[in-house]
Every structure is written in C-alpha cells, then in structure tokens.
C-alpha cells in the first residue's frame, strides 16, 4: 500500500466512526515532512484546514512551536501535524491530541522507531541538569511511547526513511470498526429556566444536563462546577447559559487563561442571543469580547483576563471561569466574592495544571457561602466514544492514573494511628527504592506512582512524566503497603556544583534545576551555597485515605537514613502553608528563605527549608538560618506584608536560628511603655519587630516560649509589628471591636514577653507600672 492510500483510508475510516486516527510517519526530518504533505493531500485535508507544531518554518501550514503547543487548548483542527524531530514534548503530545477534530488525523513527524529513544533531542537538554549532561538523560519515556505507538489500535506507523524509496508501512491503522449508530438527538429538560431554543442548540445528553444546571447562576449564591475531559463540550455549555443568562437582562463576566481558549464560550453565546433576536451591534465590527444584548433583553457577556476579571469590574451579576484549572487557587478564590460563580475544569492532565483545581480549590468552595453544584460530562463531541487516539494519548501520558483505589491501603499505617483502634502491621508498609527501569516493566506501579502525585499535586503535567522516568537528577522512592504505593517521594540531587558554574551563577547565570543551590547562591550571595551536595524533596504525597498517620514522616526518615552519608543535606521548597510548615519542620526542616513572591501556579509565597546531614550541611543551614532571621522582620513589612500570618508564625516557628535581640536599654524602655500604651510603638518599631521575631523562632524548639501567647495574640503581633498594617487595618482584620480595644491587646502581648526575654533592669522598670 502507498503512503497515498494508507492516509486516505484512514481518513476515511476516521470521518466514517466519528473518531481520530493517529498516521506516525519516521525517518529523515524532512522527508517526513514532506510525506505528512502528501499524506494530507491524499486524505484530502486542505493545507489551511492544518496546524503544524513544530521548529520548521518550511512547511505549508500554519506553525505553532512545541514550547506554545498551549495555545491549542481549546481550539479544533481537521489534521494537526506534530513534529517531534527537533524536540518531543509530552505535554505538546497531549495538546495536540486533545485540538484534532473527529473524523481528522494527527500525524506525528519522528525520527526511526528504533533509533528515537536512543537520541537525545531539545527536551532532553532540558532534563540534564547540572553536574549531568543530555547524554546521562535516558530514553524510557520514548521506549514506552514507541511501544504503546506499534500496540494501540487506530495508529498507522509509515517508514518513509530519507524520501528517496519507496515508504515503507509497518501498519496501517485501520481498525475495520462496526458501523455505529448515531446517537439519539439530546431532549430539553421538563419545564427549563432557560429558553427552549438554548436547549435544542445542545449537541449531547450531558450537555442538555450541565446548561441546567448552570440556570443556578440566575439566583445570586450559587456556584456550579463543571467537570469533564477534553472536548466534552463543557466550554460550550457555559456559553448556552452566559447567553441564556444575557436573554435574562443578567450582565456576565467571563475569564479564562487566554481569551482564545473561551472562544466556544463567546460562539454559543452568540448563537443564542441571535436565535432571539436579541444580538445588539454589528457582529463583523464589534469586539470579540464583548456580546451585549438588545436593550429590552438588557443583558451582556464579557470577557476579561483572569487577574483584571479577579477585581469583578462593573459588578457582574455572574462570572464563568472557563479552564479554571489552570488559574492559580489564589486568584481563584478571589471568585467566591461574585453573587454566583461556574467554573470549568478539565478533569485530566491536559492543561498543565493537574488536579490543583480539585486539590485545593474545591475544599475552600464548599467552605464559601455559595452552594454549589457539580455537573460532570461524559460524552465526547468532538469525536465519538472511546477514539483509539485518545485511549492511546490517556495510556501514553498516564492522563488518568490515579492512586490505588482506597480499600487496597486503608490498612496501611492504621498501627501509628493509634486513634483509628485498627490492627495493623507496622512490617507490612516497605520502603522501595524504584528505578525507572522498574516503573516501566510494571504499568500498575507507574500509574500508582504516577497517579499518586497527580491526585495530590497542584502541578503535575505530562512532562512530569518524561521526567520521572529519564532525568538523571531524580530519585523516586516510596512506601507500599501490600505492594500499593501509599506514600510516595520524587527526589533530586542538588549542588556539589563545579566552581566555573557557581560564580555563573553567582554572576546572575541560569543553571538548569538546582533550585536551592540557585536561590541561595544568586539571590542570597552565597557563592559557597553550592559547594556541598543535597537531595531536594521535589514532590512527596501520602494517599489521600491514609494521611496524619506518619506515612509521610516516616518516608522522609527512610530517605534520610538511605542518603544521610552520600549528601550534606536534604531540602524542599514549595508553597508555604502552616499545615505544610508543620509537616515539614516536625521531619526536621528549617526554613531559610520565602520567596518574595507568589507562586504562579499555587498562589502561596514559597518556603525553602534544609535539613544538614553533615558538617558541611550544617554549615550552610546554620548560616543561612542566621541570614534569615535578620532580614525576615524587614521582609515581612514591606514584600511579605500580605503573607498570612498563620503562615508568618509557622515559617517562623520552623526558622532554627533565634537572631539575636541586641535592644538598647532605650529600647527596652520603650517596649515595656508599650505595655501601658501601644500607641508607643508608632515612634520605634524596631524593638517590638524584633522581640516578635525572636519570641516566635524560639516558640518552635518546644521551650518554654511556646506557651506564652495564644494564636491570636500571635497574629496581632505579626500583623503589627512584623507587617507593620495599619492599626484599623489590624482591627478590622483580627475583629477587635475598637482601635483602642486592638492597642489595648497590643500591650498585653508584649507583657509575657518582656518577663521572658527582659533582663533585670527590664523586671525593675515593669514594677513601675503595676
Ligand atoms: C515539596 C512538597 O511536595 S510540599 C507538598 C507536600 N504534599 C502535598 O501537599 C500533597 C498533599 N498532602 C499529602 O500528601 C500529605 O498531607 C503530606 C505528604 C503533606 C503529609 O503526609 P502524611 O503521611 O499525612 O504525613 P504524616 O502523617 O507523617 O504527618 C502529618 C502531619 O503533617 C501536617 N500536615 C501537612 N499537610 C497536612 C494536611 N493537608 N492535612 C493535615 N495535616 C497536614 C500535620 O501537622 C500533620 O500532623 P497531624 O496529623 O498530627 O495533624
Ligand atoms: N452545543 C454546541 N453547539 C455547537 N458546537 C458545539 C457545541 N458543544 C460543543 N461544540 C463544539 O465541540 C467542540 C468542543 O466543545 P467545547 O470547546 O465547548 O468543549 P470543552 O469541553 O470545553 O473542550 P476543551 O477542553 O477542548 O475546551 C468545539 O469545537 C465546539 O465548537
């Protein structure tokens, strides 16, 4: 068979079931190229209907690079050609699989089957990271890739080597399927809020049951989520209701992480203002953005970007967060202030955002005054049930691994809890070591693995995948309990840096990974930080169904007792919240450094904590805790000051070096007036800063400084004095009735600790006020 026919029957067969077929064509960069040419003009796919995704500017299609393969996220194209000569990203394999129509091909440009593992390409430069170079990166993502491309039914693998012979065809792909009966067309509910019309533009069952379910955002107070894979239709969804909304006189703001990805949400908008009538302006000239309705409907939909739409502009009656999973939780919740709220969510990876949505975000909505409702669609529209393309791109992309399922581990651990009155054997949770060559041969481990830290990290993406199996920095350990992982941790080694590459670095230089060497060296100028070797704790998780029994503490031990004599200390960086900061410093962590600024992705500032396991570990640890302590009051008042104190006293009370408090006897004057009138503090900060600091460092080591304070006594005092807010502000925030009343509990505060931290003269000078 030519190349010619294998692409035409294809097509054929893909138009034919409703469904996507997958053409792999290997050998020489441009010849295949040329050859997915052809292919797409014998299977009758038009050069303007194809995007190519790719580093070639000589093809005839329209290009998107692999590092923008994003931008795909919500668009649909008869025949995308990948081009994974230069670089083959995971992620962009599983953008581009997820922008083919039904009925349309994805054709995958990649060097020899047999050879590609084997080569080392753009994206595994990007995992050789200092001391290592590419060619310690190894190739198991693509061995696996391969294997699964010459397994799954629908995909056609063509040789068609330097373009001088004849191609060669391994397979052609066809599945020969039995011919399908077109579903029932979808039924409007009984008795619907929205316009019937609304309901006859939906194309699926689930869709009829999602729109219904947004007639909730006509009431102020709810939310409704929807959940669904790619291409359920649930964008669309949300536009059948903004513009039923709109029909309603109702005005609708929606948001998303680029306008293009809710542009079906603007489409179905659209279409239903205009099947009314009631479409205000002249479509070809009007901002794409921006809908209004004709004055008697009143209403309109507009689009902003995520942080303008966070401020709620001109009080919108509903906001549609469309790919909400992408957005940061903390932008997020800013949404719960809106009378109602929907919000879209890919369930799976797809979006570069894993599971962060259902992580994080829905905990703090069902704790919101809105009510919510869930609607999940099922139903594919862009192609039929159970495409072979997807089923392959879910299998190749562990897309929807997920940890064990809970009755397999409920078990595990329940010993160290000793309040679940569960036997359990301690013996029977193992700590493994697992290299990449054991995740390979054992699919239900890898996608346990896998699915573990998706399940529970804000941030886990296909790429994540292609990491932990060749990157020659990361380590995976876990503990398994009847051989299901329940605790797992992804490991890097850090430092142990060359000398030319530290004052690179030191000078202001990029170095890949090593992100704490990095920070300590570059923004803390510590050219020596990357001296000694560490192990960063990348990522660690505990299955959801057997946390806050010491899985976690006891993963960490195990792998501090494995590298304590090969590393000088053990790290981790992430968004700081006080459960973590807890979790982190009861295992032996200090904190050194917080971020300045937010994190993109988790919304939280960052923490960055050691652990020394040697001499030259506990160097750097002591120095930089130190450091830290010093700058950490004037931090707090000028980029930390909207740090939520919770998170200052954790940070703090995890800091390891108390600084010393070097007051004045002037200055402990005026912290001891400070007892009879706050206002005191106004005229010299710097004392009380610095008593909080070190009260709250040394409340951490279990002393007798803990008890001095309760927690919100705790927070006045950061809020005062550490992030030096307004004492209205402080008032308002921590609910004191009056500003005396918030002065007034200033004073107290400080009482406990001058009795603790205060010499003699400071006792003497006491007496005189009581
Ligand atoms: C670099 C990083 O990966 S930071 C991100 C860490 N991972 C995550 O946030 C993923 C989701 N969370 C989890 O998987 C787990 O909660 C882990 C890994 C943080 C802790 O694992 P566990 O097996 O529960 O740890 P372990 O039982 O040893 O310690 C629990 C303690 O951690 C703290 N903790 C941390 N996070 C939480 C949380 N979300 N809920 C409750 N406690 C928490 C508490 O102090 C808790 O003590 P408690 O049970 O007495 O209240
Ligand atoms: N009711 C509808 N009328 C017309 N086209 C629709 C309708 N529902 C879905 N579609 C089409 O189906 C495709 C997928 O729909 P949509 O973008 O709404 O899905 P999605 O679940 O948001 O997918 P994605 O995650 O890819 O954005 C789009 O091409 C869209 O135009």
Not at 218 to 243: C, F
Not at 616 to 621: E, V
Request: proline letters at 6%.
């Amino acid at each position: 068979m030519t190349l010619g026919r294998v692409a035409a029957a294809l097509r054929e067969e893909a138009r034919a079931t409703d469904e996507r077929r997958l053409l792999v064509l290997t050998g020489d960069a441009t010849a295949t190229r040329e050859a997915a040419a052809d292919a797409l003009d014998a299977a009758d796919v038009d050069a303007p209907e194809v995007t190519y995704v790719g580093e070639s500017a000589d093809t005839p299609w329209e290009r998107v690079p692999q590092a923008r393969a994003g931008d795909l996220l919500g668009t649909t194209h008869a025949a995308l050609v990948l081009d994974c000569h230069e670089e083959c990203r995971p992620n962009a394999i599983g953008r581009a699989v997820g922008a083919v129509d039904g009925g349309g091909l994805l054709v995958l440009c990649v060097p020899p089957l047999g050879s590609w593992p084997e080569r080392r390409d753009a994206f595994d430069e990007t995992l050789a990271v200092p001391p290592f170079d590419v060619a310690d990166v190894a190739g198991n993502f693509r061995t696996r890739l391969v294997e699964l491309l010459r397994a799954h039914p629908g995909i056609a693998i063509v040789d068609v080597g330097d373009g001088t012979a004849d191609p060669s065809v391994e397979r052609d792909g066809l599945t020969d399927p039995a011919p399908r009966v077109p579903p029932d067309p979808p039924t409007a509910p009984e008795d619907p809020a929205f316009p019937v019309d609304v309901y006859d533009r939906c194309l699926t069952d689930d869709q009829v049951a999602a729109v219904e379910a947004l007639e909730a955002l006509d009431e102020p107070g709810n939310a409704v989520v929807v959940e669904a894979d790619r291409g359920r239709g649930k964008s669309s969804a949300a536009g059948l209701a903004a513009g039923a909304l709109a029909l309603g006189g109702r005005d609708v703001l929606v948001t998303a992480p680029q306008y293009r990805g809710a542009a079906e949400v603007f489409a179905r908008a659209r279409e239903v203002l205009a099947d009314a009538d009631a479409l205000a302006g002249d479509p070809d000239e009007d901002d794409p953005e921006r809908l209004e309705a004709t004055d008697d409907a009143g209403g309109r939909v507009r689009f902003e970007r995520p942080a303008t739409a966070a401020e709620l502009p001109d009080g919108p009656d509903a906001v549609v967060v469309d790919e909400a999973a992408a957005l940061p939780v903390r932008l997020l919740e800013r949404f719960l202030d809106t009378p109602a709220a929907a919000f879209t969510t890919t369930v799976h990876g797809y979006e570069g955002a894993g599971r962060g949505f259902s992580v994080r975000f829905r905990d703090r909505l069902y704790e919101s005054d809105l009510a919510v409702r869930d609607v999940s669609m099922t139903d594919p529209i862009r192609y039929a049930a159970g495409d072979p393309v997807e089923v392959w791109a879910f299998r190749a992309l562990l897309l929807d691994a997920g940890p064990a399922v809970d009755p397999l581990v409920a078990d595990a651990g329940a010993d160290t809890a000793a309040a679940t009155g569960t036997d359990g054997d301690p013996d029977s949770v193992a700590y493994r070591a697992f290299d990449a060559a054991d995740l390979v041969a054992d699919e239900h481990l890898l996608r346990e693995v896998f699915g573990l830290l998706v399940a529970a990290h804000y941030q886990t993406e296909p790429d994540d995948l292609a990491r932990l199996l060749d990157a020659p920095n990361v380590a995976v350990r876990a503990l398994t309990y009847e051989g299901h992982v329940v605790s797992v941790a992804l490991l890097a080694r850090e430092g142990a840096l060359p000398t030319d590459l530290r004052a690179h670095m030191y000078e202001g230089g990029r170095v890949r990974g090593n992100m704490i060497p990095d920070v300590l060296t570059s923004q803390l100028r510590d050219e020596r930080a990357a001296v000694p070797e560490g192990l960063r704790v990348l990522r660690i998780a505990t299955h959801h169904a057997v946390r806050s029994r010491g899985l976690g503490s006891r993963l960490l031990s195990e792998v501090r007792a494995e590298f304590a004599d090969d590393v000088d200390w053990l790290g981790t960086g992430y968004g700081a919240t006080p459960e973590l900061l807890r979790f982190w410093q009861g295992n032996g962590f200090s904190t050194v450094h917080l971020s300045t600024t937010r994190n993109e992705s988790s919304g939280e500032y960052s923490a960055v904590m050691l652990a020394p396991t040697s001499d030259a570990g506990r160097d750097l640890a002591e120095r930089h805790g130190r450091w830290f302590a010093d700058r950490v009051g004037a931090m707090l008042s000028d980029p930390l000051a909207d740090m939520d104190p919770d998170v200052v006293r954790a940070a703090l009370r995890s800091a390891d070096v108390a600084p010393a408090l070097d007051l004045s006897e002037w200055e402990w004057r005026l912290l001891v007036g400070m007892t009879g009138g706050a206002g005191i503090f106004d005229t010299s900060p710097r004392p009380l800063r610095r008593l909080t600091v070190r009260y709250l460092v040394d409340a951490g080591d279990g002393g007798d400084a803990e008890a001095l304070l309760n927690p919100r006594q705790e927070r006045l005092l950061v809020r005062k004095a550490l992030q030096t807010h307004t004492w209205e502000a402080v008032a308002d925030d921590l609910g004191f009735h009056s500003l005396g009343q918030c002065m007034r509990a200033l004073g107290e505060a400080v009482r406990p600790l001058l009795s603790r931290f205060g010499d003699a003269n400071v006792e003497a000078e006491l007496e005189r006020f009581e």
